[in-house]
């Protein structure tokens, strides 16, 4: 069996998915959306088609926004900045 690289991503990147999972708050989402404001032109943001959903028991929310990727460098500083805020279980 041939070992195959992962496809190469070309920046920019745009309609990008970044899933962000954390505790369902109603400020949850608002916080998701303000982070990545801080981190990208809004137009780089897709908020109109932005998805949440709750987990089985209610307990965790995903927000999944679809932005503009401008590097490896950029996709690493959201992640970075999602996590280190505490409020972030997970970010995809």
Known sequence: MQNQEPPKIEFPCSGYPIKVLGINEDSF???VIDTL???MPEDDIDLVNMKSSESR??????????IVAQS?????TIH???MDS???RMVL
């Open 72 to 76: 490896e460098h950029h996709l690493s």
């Open 57 to 66: 028991n209610g307990r965790f929310l995903s927000v999944t926004v679809k």
């Open 86 to 88: 505490g409020r972030v």
């Open 29 to 31: 989402q608002d916080f």
């Open 80 to 82: 970075k900045t999602f």
């Open 37 to 39: 404001k801080g981190l």
